[in-house]
T-cell receptor, first 115, second 114 residues
Framework: EAQVTQNPRYLITVTGKKLTVTCSQNMNHEYMSWYRQDPGLGLRQIYYSMNVEVTDKGDVPEGYKVSRKEKRNFPLILESPSPNQTSLYFC??????????????FGPGTRLTVL | AQKVTQAQTEISVVEKEDVTLDCVYETRDTTYYLFWYKQPPSGELVFLIRRNSFDEQNEISGRYSWNFQKSTSSFNFTITASQVVDSAVYFCALSGSGTYKYIFGTGTRLKVLA
C-alpha cells in the first residue's frame, strides 16, 4: 500500500530535550515536506526537500532541522524544543516533475506537546 | 509573495443544503497550481483536486464541484446536497511554477447538521 508514515504519532516532551520525528514514504517520491498545523493558522511549511541531499526552508523553519540522506526518509529534528513548537505536524511527499506541480500525499500526523 | 485566503472560518448547514467554500489566492506566477484538501475529524489530510492555471474549466466529481476564475483569483468549492460525512475542515492550497513551496489557507470548518 502506498503511504507516508510518521512516528511517533503522539509525543509529550519537555523543553530542551532533543527529539526526532521520522517520516518515510514508499512511493519513490522525490519531493518531501514538513508542515505544522496550528488553530487558525492552517498548515505552514517548515522545510522541504527536492531530492536526496537537497533541502530548503519553508515559511517557518526556525527551531527545526531536517536531513535527506535517503530518498524514502525525511526526519524532522527539534534540537531544543520549546513550548511554542507544540503543534500537529504533517509530513508529505510527491513526485517532483516540475516545481509546484504535483499533488502531495500526507502522513497521519504527529501531535507534539512541549511542556 | 503568494497568499491564500479562506475568509470563511466556519460554516454550518443543514443536511441536503448546498454549500460553497471560498478560496482567493495571490501569486505573481503565470503558471501555478491550486489544490483542495479535506481534513475529517479523524485528522488525516485527503487530496480532493488539483487545478493548473491554464485550465479554467469547472470540474464536477459527484456532489463536489469546483469553480476556477482567474479574473477574480478564486477557486471555490461547492458541495451539493451536503451530508453529515462532509463535516470536515477544508484547505485550499497554492503552489507556483517558480517555487517548490506550497501555501495553504487557514481552512474552513464545515459542519453539516442532520
Amino acid at each position: 500500500e502506498a503511504q507516508v508514515t510518521q512516528n511517533p504519532r503522539y509525543l509529550i516532551t519537555v523543553t530542551g530535550k532533543k527529539l526526532t520525528v521520522t517520516c518515510s514514504q514508499n512511493m519513490n517520491h522525490e519531493y518531501m515536506s514538513w508542515y505544522r498545523q496550528d488553530p487558525g493558522l492552517g498548515l505552514r511549511q517548515i522545510y522541504y526537500s527536492m531530492n536526496v541531499e537537497v533541502t530548503d526552508k519553508g515559511d517557518v523553519p526556525e527551531g527545526y532541522k531536517v536531513s535527506r540522506k535517503e530518498k524514502r526518509n525525511f526526519p524532522l529534528i527539534l534540537e531544543s524544543p520549546s513550548p511554542n513548537q507544540t503543534s500537529l505536524y504533517f509530513c508529505a511527499s510527491s513526485l517532483a516533475r516540475g516545481k509546484g506541480t504535483d499533488t502531495q500525499y500526507f502522513g497521519p500526523g504527529t501531535r507534539l506537546t512541549v511542556l | 509573495a503568494q497568499k491564500v485566503t479562506q475568509a470563511q472560518t466556519e460554516i454550518s448547514v443543514v443536511e441536503k443544503e448546498d454549500v460553497t467554500l471560498d478560496c482567493v489566492y495571490e501569486t505573481r506566477d503565470t503558471t501555478y497550481y491550486l489544490f483542495w484538501y479535506k481534513q475529517p475529524p479523524s485528522g488525516e489530510l485527503v487530496f480532493l483536486i488539483r487545478r493548473n492555471s491554464f485550465d479554467e474549466q469547472n470540474e464536477i466529481s459527484g456532489r463536489y464541484s469546483w469553480n476556477f476564475q482567474k479574473s477574480t483569483s478564486s477557486f471555490n468549492f461547492t458541495i451539493t446536497a451536503s451530508q453529515v460525512v462532509d463535516s470536515a475542515v477544508y484547505f485550499c492550497a497554492l503552489s507556483g511554477s517558480g517555487t517548490y513551496k506550497y501555501i495553504f489557507g487557514t481552512g474552513t470548518r464545515l459542519k453539516v447538521l442532520a
